[in-house]
């Protein structure tokens, strides 16, 4: 049976062309939760590239370089071409101005997080968006600036359309063509009316309709699994978390039983997960899910192995073997499908490019060996993570899977530091489960991005009941975060410290001692290997 979708979802897109803003996936963002599609490509993507995109708008992003430099990175001639609207943000504003005969200058006084800006409200971008008004009757807008250059001069055919004392072309506008520029970021929560900005200027200003909705993407998506696979046989690795659940219930609606599942339990899992995924996938959704008993295999290949690369190689290798095992078991396998997501492509494109030092070697179970021919099958490929877990509850996964934190394949194996073994494993899921639930008890668990317990193999002495305890100890983590590139330690309340760390010492006998993670990253990291 094929299915068609009232709409094509990708009929109305919005291309994003990055210079180097760390905002720039959140403009991306941003134009989705809108309801329209976007994509961000580097900005020297080409000129034949972006005559033959089709995009109704382009958005020029922000960026480290300065548009006053002889080699500094410049839009593509065919943007100018198109006849769509254009916006420029910061130093996309910068260099249009530059390109487009204007004046760009470093300013004597930089202007870094909250401003205000006098909005000219007679262009079609800021009409009647305000966020005060003045006495004379001027609104004034809320914005969050990041730039240390200014247009000093605007292109001919350009008229101010905002302002204020330090930045006297905080915004400019050809209405003829309905090119647009701002010094602000729209796309950051500080600015207020930002949303409103970026809704304008798709929706109205470039006439985009909002077919991006969760709802259409399902439908898109089954449609395209089914035309791309037909009979075949799909193959995926479910890990239980976030990502291969969402493909396992897309796939699953979209191919039935043409998918089998395998779900590898290393014995590094969190308490209870195997039995979860095997309860929600394979009673619950009826999807065929193959769990392999590996706790021995990956136990023996980590006796005596402390260096925490090499725990990770060892752990990615494993995996792969383990997995190519089980799909040399099945016949018709011609797929691997595989939780891809958006921020993954957009990193490993940037990455090429890139000289950044490696700090932890994800595992990854895209490198199976070549002989086994297997096609790749990446549903969530366009799809940034808060768009994933909004599919995820649509396809009727439960909330709490859909929302938990995210865990590392390694599992375990890199919260035990030094040597890995089934015994301390089997103490860390207990403190883990403890710190978790009370997490959940006091309604704290949403509130921090990840939180995990960390082993340690190392002896305190403690006195328990008039007698002397000499064992392990444990260490608690919880971070903020956005990205996970960055993250603070979460100020969790000293009494809910106090009973985790109670509740942990009393019912593990093996645990003398808990500890709290004070540190953020930079500089420390996330997991602690
Ligand atoms: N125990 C496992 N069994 C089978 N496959 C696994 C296992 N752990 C990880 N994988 C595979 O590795 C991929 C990458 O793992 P990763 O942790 O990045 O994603 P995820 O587990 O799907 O989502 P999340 O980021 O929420 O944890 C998974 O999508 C899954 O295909
Ligand atoms: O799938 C994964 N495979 C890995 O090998 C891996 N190592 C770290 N992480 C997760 O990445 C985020 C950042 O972690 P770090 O600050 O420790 O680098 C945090 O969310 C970590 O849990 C991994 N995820
Ligand atoms: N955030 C930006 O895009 C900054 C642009 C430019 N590098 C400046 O400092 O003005
Ligand atoms: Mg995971």
Partial sequence: MTHTPAHDIHQDKVLILDFGSQY??????????????????PWDIGDDFVRNYGAKAIILSGGPESATGDDAPRIPEAVFELGVPLLGICYGMQTMAEQLGGK??????????????RAHGHTPLLRDIEDHVTPEGYGILDVWMSHG??????????????????????????????WYGVQF????????????????????????EKLWTTKNIVEDSIQRIREQVGDDEVLLGLSGGVDSSVVAALLHKAIGDQLTCVFVDHGLLRYGEGDQVMAMFARHMGIKVIRVDAQDLFFGRLKGVTDPEE????????????????ASKLTNVKWLAQGTIYPDVIESAGSKTGKAKVIKSHHNVGGLPEEM?????????????????????????????????????????????????????????????????ELRAADLYDKTSQAFAVFLPIKSVGVVGDARRYDYVVALRAVETIDFMTARWAHLPYDFLERVSTRIINEIPRISRVVYDISSKPPATIEWE
Avoid: W
């Fill in 24 to 41: 720039t996936q959140l403009i991306g963002r941003r134009i989705r939760e809108i309801g329209v599609f976007c994509e961000i490509v």
């Fill in 373 to 437: 021919n297997l096609k790749l099958l990446e549903p969530l490929r366009e799809l940034f993570k808060d768009e994933v877990r909004k599919l995820g509850v649509e396809l009727g996964l439960p909330y709490e899977m859909v929302y938990r934190h995210p865990f590392p394949g390694p599992g375990l194996g890199v919260r035990i530091l030094g040597e890995v073994k089934k015994e301390y494993a089997d103490i860390l899921r207990l403190a883990d489960h403890i710190f978790i639930e």
């Fill in 104 to 117: 760009v200058i470093h300013a004597d006084t930089h202007e870094y997080g909250f401003a205000q800006v």
């Fill in 185 to 208: 970021h729209p796309e950051v929560t500080h600015t207020k009316q930002g949303k409103r900005i970026l809704e304008r200027f798709v929706v109205d200003i470039a006439g985009c």
């Fill in 311 to 326: 725990k990770r190689k060892i752990i990615g290798h494993t995996f792969i073997e383990v997995f190519d095992e089980e």
């Fill in 149 to 178: 250059d200014r247009v000093a001069q605007m292109p001919p055919g350009f008229i101010l359309m905002c302002s204020n004392e330090t930045c006297p072309i905080a915004g400019m506008a050809n209405v003829d063509k309905q």
